[in-house]
């Protein structure tokens, strides 16, 4: 389950204009629901939930298995879209650290990541950790071309195939379904491969087999993922009591009210990916002709220690979007202790989640009373299903947000800036 409260933000909202707003917050919601908004041609990733395909599901789910049983190391070869949602539900799912199975189930393979940043140390680091294990690696690009996966890959696939008779069977390419050079080469390779779908954005994509295979060899339910993200479509369908229309359309008065940058806090350290997956969701969709919230993820009550003060009391530009869990794992009690040196006697027997909700609650509290519009979106707990349902509702909110922007929150124009002034640097013919 996913409760939703925006009351921390009504306060911020010149509500006199209300009604028009609203009005253009459901007209935005039916663009998205018929198909007649900015972009229309890149919503296939409502397509995907409308028709199920259940036999590409359990497919995925079946090679998660062989990979959960042949290896020790699923390397994932990707980066933005291609990678964050896989990292951000594999970490909100796992356990801080490996687990040792109490039952005959064949240990989960352990997901790692290259090719999502340039850093040849950690790549070189990488592959001596990888020596003598017995890995698979799953290369996610749907152009193929991607710099950082592409140069990556041509070290990777040099290293497997000088290390496995097998390669071929443990490399699987997900790409677009006819054309780029990844596509080429696992033809050529003999690469089993998956379709990245022609019309499903790299930020939107979680729910195809980019993210679904690399989660479910790292042990977890895809079907529950994603019959979750389906369930809550089937909400989000309706005009009245949507929390997706409100979280937008509040988001959007408070940018037209001058705030510039929203954060995601994060009260376990474990839901921080899904903060990194937001924000590429909301900045690439919404960072568009000078508009939008610069959405930024942070780590409490670590951060508290870093940029609670500017939180608190710096410049009035910040909104907060607090994602909680009702319910944390573990019953970790404060011990008393006869000399009580650190005076924390008044704790014992408290537990950890009891504290961490206390330095939530407070923190949310003292953060509104200091001018920040507040947002609280909480998990009943961290499962497959609630995790489906989260990805599908921001997926719906950005949308509704980027139309009442009045941008096209399906491209990225923006990204190949960089790129052209990099590739001239390197010299690209
Ligand atoms: O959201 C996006 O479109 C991007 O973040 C892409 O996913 C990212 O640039 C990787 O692109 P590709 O999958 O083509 O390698």
Request: with cysteine; glycine share 10%.
């Amino acid at each position: 389950m996913i409760q939703f409260d925006f009351t921390g933000v009504d306060a911020f909202i010149d509500k006199s204009q209300w009604s028009g707003y609203e009005k253009r917050a459901h007209a935005a919601h039916e663009a998205l629901l018929n198909g007649t908004g900015q972009g229309s041609d890149w919503l296939g990733w409502r397509t995907i939930l409308k028709e199920p395909n259940d036999a590409l599901l359990e497919n995925i789910t079946a090679l998660g298995q062989e990979i959960a049983e042949r290896a020790d190391v699923l390397l994932c070869v990707g980066i933005g879209g291609s990678y964050l949602g896989a990292e951000a539900i594999i970490e909100a799912l796992s356990p801080y650290f490996p687990q040792k199975q109490t039952d005959d189930t064949p240990t989960p393979a352990r997901v790692l990541f290259a090719g999502h940043h340039i850093s040849g140390a950690y790549l070189e680091e990488l592959l001596g950790h990888l020596e003598g294990k017995s890995v698979y690696v799953n290369v996610i690009s749907k152009s193929g071309t991607t710099l950082e996966p592409a140069v990556a890959f041509r070290i990777i696939r040099s290293w497997m195939e000088e290390r496995f008779d097998d390669c071929h069977q443990r490399i699987i390419a997900t790409t677009d379904g006819e054309k780029g050079a990844l596509r080429t080469l696992a033809k050529q390779k003999g690469y089993r491969t998956y379709v990245i779908p022609q019309d499903v954005g790299g930020r939107f994509s979680v729910l195809t087999p980019v993210g679904l295979l690399p989660i479910a060899a790292a042990g977890y339910d895809i079907q529950s993922l994603f019959y979750g993200a389906v369930s809550m479509m089937g909400t989000l369908e309706k005009a009245d009591g949507n929390p997706a229309i409100d979280y937008a359309l509040r988001r959007y008065l408070l940018h037209e009210a001058g705030f510039t940058t929203e954060i995601m806090s994060v009260f376990e350290p474990r839901l921080k990916a899904v903060g990194a997956w937001w924000q590429q969701l909301f900045g690439e969709s919404e960072g568009k002709n000078h508009k939008g919230l610069f959405p930024v993820v942070s780590s409490f009550s670590t951060d508290l220690h870093s940029l609670g003060q500017y939180i608190q009391d710096g410049k009035r530009n910040i909104i907060e979007t607090f994602l909680t869990l009702e319910k944390e794992r573990g019953d970790l009690r404060v011990p008393p202790e006869a000399a009580n040196l650190d005076q924390l006697n008044y704790l014992t027997g408290v537990s950890f989640p009891d504290i961490n909700r206390a330095a939530f609650e407070g923190t949310s509290r003292a953060h509104l009373k200091g001018g920040v519009p507040i947002f609280t979106i909480s998990l009943s707990s961290t499962t497959e299903e609630n995790l489906g349902r989260l990805i599908y509702f921001f997926e719906h909110a950005v949308a509704v947000g980027g139309y009442l922007l009045g941008i096209n929150p399906f491209d990225q124009p923006g990204v190949e800036a960089y790129k052209q002034e990099m590739f001239r640097l390197l010299g690209r013919p």
